[in-house]
C-alpha cells in the first residue's frame, strides 16, 4: 500500500470515529465529555490553592512590614538610630553674625563582632591607623559576641580612607555630626560644650539643650534640618581682646586665676566675658583639671574693697549721709576680739570722697554703722548680691552671706570680707550704680534698650547714682584707680584686695585682687571688671589690685573701646583733639 493510500484510510477512520460520538446517547461520548470535566475542575483546583498560598503569602509578609514599621527602633550596644545621629543644633553665632560653633559632618568607626574573622589581626590593622587604641579594651569588643560595637567616633576623613583601604570584615562608618567651635578657647566658657552625642553640656551649649532641644531630641523629633541660628550678646572682637588680657594676667603676675567681663550698662548685655584657665571646647578634657570653671559666674569670692562702693551708695541713698559729710578714721575700730585698721591710714577725719579715695576701712566701716545692719543687709540685697543670679548660664554660683547678722559681720561686709559674691553679679550691681540706679539682670542675649527697661528694677536714686558717678571719676583721677586711666576714655571705678582665708585665718601674703570700672565716666556706657586670684607679682613689683587687676581694665579699655564705639575727648568737655604731627 502507498504512502497515500495509507494517509486517505486514517482519515476515514477518524471521520467515522467523530461521526460515532456525534451520536445522541453514545456511550464513548459520555465517557470523553467525563473525562474533560475531570481534568477541568482538578486544574481549577489547583489554581485556587496556588492564589490561596500566595495570598497567605503577602498576607504574612504585609503583616510583619506593618509590625516592623510600628516598632521602635532597635538599640544595641549604645547605638543610637540614624537620625538622632545626625541630628541638628542650632549655629552659635557673635553679635555681628560672626560664627562661634557650628555643625560639621564626620563618620564614626563600627565593628560588627560576628562577623570578625581574626580579632587579633583586626585590631593590628587598626592600629596603624589609630595609634592610641585602646588594644586590650578593642580585642574585648570585636571578641564579643553582640552585633554592634562602637570602636571610635567623629574620625577625620583621612582616617576614614585609611580604614577603609585595610579591607577588614565586620568593620564599618556611621554618619554623625560634630560640633565644630572656630574660636577655640577664644568663648569656651560662655558658648560651653557638647558630648559625644552632641548633647549640650556647659555653657549656652546648654542653655539651648534646656530650652527644648533635648526633649525633642529624647523623643526622637530632631532631624538634620538646619535650625535658626542662636545670636549672642557678645561681640567676639572684645571677647577675644578680653581673654588674650586674663590669660596674659595669669602668666606675667604668677596667679592661680583670673577674669574680666565687659558689660553694657544700660542694657545689661554682656559683651565678652573670660576666665583663666580655660579650655578648648574642641577639645574639653585637655583642661578637666582647671579650665572647666568659669570663675566668672560659678565661682564666689570675697571682692574686697569693691564693696565700698556699695556700702557708699547705700549710705548716700538712705539720707543719713551727705557727700560733704566727714568721719573720724584716726583710731582703729576694736570689736569682738577684732581690730579694724586702714591698710594706708591717714590717722585723721576723713571726708567721704577721701574715704572712697584712700579706701578707709574705719571711715566705710562707720558709715555702715550710721545705716544700720538690717538695712544694710537689705540693701545688698536688693542690689542681688546675695541672693542666686539669674541669667543663660547654667553654671550660676549662689552667693555666701552668715547665717546671724551681726555688727562685726556688717562692719566686715562694708568693707568687703564676711561675703562671698561672683565677679559677674558684682559689675551688674556696679552698673546699677553709675545707669541712674536701674539693676538690670545680665544677659547673654542681644536686648535692646525698650527690652532692658521692662526688665529694670530702680534700686537707687538717681542723685545717689550721680555721686557714685562722682566718686569713680575722682579716684580714678586721685586714687587707686590712676593705673586703668586711658586718655581720651575718662575712665573711674574702684580697686579691692582681699586676704584669702587659710585654714580658718585670712592670709595677707594671698590676696584675691579686683577691680570695678565705668566708663566714659561723663555718660558711662560700659562697665569692666577684672580680678586676679593669688597674684606673686604684679606691675611696679606690687600684688594689690592698682598693679595687678586696674592694668588688666587699662589694657582691655585701651584695645576695645574703639571697636565698641566710644570716641575719645581730651580737654574740658572734649573740646581738644590729639592731634599727631
Known sequence: MSFLSRIMVLKSKAHFSAGGHNRPGGTQSS????????????????????????????????????????????????????????????????????????????????????????????????????PDLDLKGTYKKLSSKSHFQWLRRQLTPKQQSQILALGIPGIGFRPEKRRFYPGGATAAHIVGYVNIDNRGVAGMEKFIDNQGLADLAAVGMTSDTPLEPVKLSIDVRVQAIVRDVVVNAVTNYKAKGAGAVVLDANTGEVLAMASAPDFDPNNPLEGAAEGWLNRMSNGTFEMGSTFKSFTTAMALDSGKVKLT??????????????????????HRVLSVPEIFQYSSNIGTAKMADVVGIEAHKEFLTRLGLLTRMQTELPEVKTPTQPREWKKINSITISFGHGVSTTPLQTAVAGAALVNGGKLIEPTFLPRTQDQADEVAKVVIQEKTSADMRYLFEYNGVNGSGRNARVAGFDVGGKTGTADKVVNGRYDSKLNFNAFLAAFPMGNPRYIVLSFCDEPHSGEGGGTIASYTAAPMVRDIIRRAAPLLGVQPQFGDGGAALLQSY
Open 31 to 130: 465517557a470523553f465529555q467525563g473525562t474533560v470535566k475531570k481534568k477541568s475542575d482538578q486544574a481549577r483546583s489547583r489554581v485556587a490553592i496556588i492564589i490561596a498560598g500566595f495570598s497567605v503569602v503577602y498576607c504574612i509578609i504585609g503583616g510583619r512590614l506593618v509590625q516592623y514599621g510600628m516598632a521602635s527602633p532597635e538599640v544595641v550596644s549604645s547605638i543610637m538610630p540614624a537620625d538622632r545621629l545626625m541630628a541638628s543644633r542650632p549655629d552659635i553665632l557673635d553679635r555681628n553674625g560672626e560664627v562661634l560653633a557650628t555643625d560639621i559632618r564626620t563618620v564614626s568607626l563600627y565593628a560588627e563582632p560576628h562577623k570578625i574573622v581574626d580579632a587579633d589581626e583586626a585590631v593590628e590593622m587598626l592600629a596603624t591607623v589609630l
Open 325 to 346: 559729710d566727714n568721719f573720724d578714721a584716726r583710731f582703729p575700730i576694736r570689736i569682738g576680739g577684732f581690730t579694724i585698721k586702714d591698710f594706708h591710714g591717714k
